[in-house]
T-cell receptor
Framework: DSGVTQTPKHLITATGQRVTLRCSPR?????VYWYQQSLDQGLQFLIQ???????AKGNILERFSAQQFPDLHSELNLSSLELGDSALYFC???????????FGQGTRLTVV | AQRVTQPEKLLSVFKGAPVELKCNYS??????LFWYVQYSRQRLQLLLR??SRESIKGFTADLNKGETSFHLKKPFAQEEDSAMYYC?????????FGKGNQVVVIP
């Protein structure tokens, strides 16, 4: 157990819908990362937050947004879902911005 | 910006044979490098970090700053080594991953 909790574990939804994925980082970790892993694209960095502020942005679509709350948990919002958004979404946390990260078990999103 | 390259997507080896996964990076500063392993699309787990220079599950990796490489090696592959392996570079407050290597160990 890495200490990073992601909910839900599985999510099935229809195209056009909106979903929210939640991540609770390890106790004391200030940095949260979001990654998308699809079968053909490998691990894609989406966005990073550090102590509530956006720190770095990767290949995140405009339909996707995220935030980190004062209690340091983070949410990733995916809207106007498309079939191609089906993937595993991982959250990771680290104490600071430039150290190793600890991963959650992921949320498996299926868009039908 | 940092970049991590893992050139081989799939590597098949026989049990007992050596394994080498290549990782090259580009980064202007002083990097921190890691190898992560992912079994059956479960959570990624840290396998090695370059600063500790340790051997985990028989794997080692040496940082070569001249060649900007951090290749992962194991002298004798085991069936339980079948997994995805990701090389990662930490810098600029961000953790960048390579595209990963799928390792299949053939009994």
């Amino acid at each position: 157990d890495s200490g990073v909790t992601q909910t839900p574990k599985h999510l099935i939804t229809a195209t056009g819908q909106r979903v929210t994925l939640r991540c609770s980082p390890r106790s004391g970790d200030l940095s949260v990362y979001w990654y998308q892993q699809s079968l053909d694209q490998g691990l894609q960095f989406l966005i990073q937050y550090y102590n509530g502020e956006e720190r770095a942005k990767g290949n995140i679509l405009e339909r996707f947004s995220a935030q980190q709350f004062p209690d340091l948990h983070s949410e990733l919002n995916l809207s106007s879902l498309e079939l191609g958004d089906s993937a595993l979404y991982f959250c990771a946390s680290s104490p600071g911005g430039s150290t190793e990260a600890f991963f959650g078990q992921g949320t498996r999103l299926t868009v039908v | 910006a940092q970049r991590v390259t893992q050139p081989e997507k799939l590597l098949s080896v026989f049990k007992g044979a050596p394994v080498e996964l290549k990782c090259n990076y580009s980064y202007s500063g002083s990097p921190e490098l890691f190898w992560y392993v992912q079994y059956s699309r479960q959570r990624l787990q840290l396998l090695l970090r370059h600063i500790s220079r340790e051997s985990i599950k028989g794997f080692t990796a040496d940082l070569n700053k001249g060649e900007t490489s951090f290749h992962l090696k194991k002298p004798f592959a085991q069936e339980e080594d079948s997994a995805m392996y990701y090389c990662a570079l930490s810098g600029n407050n961000r953790l960048a991953f390579g595209k990963g290597n799928q390792v299949v160990v053939i009994p």
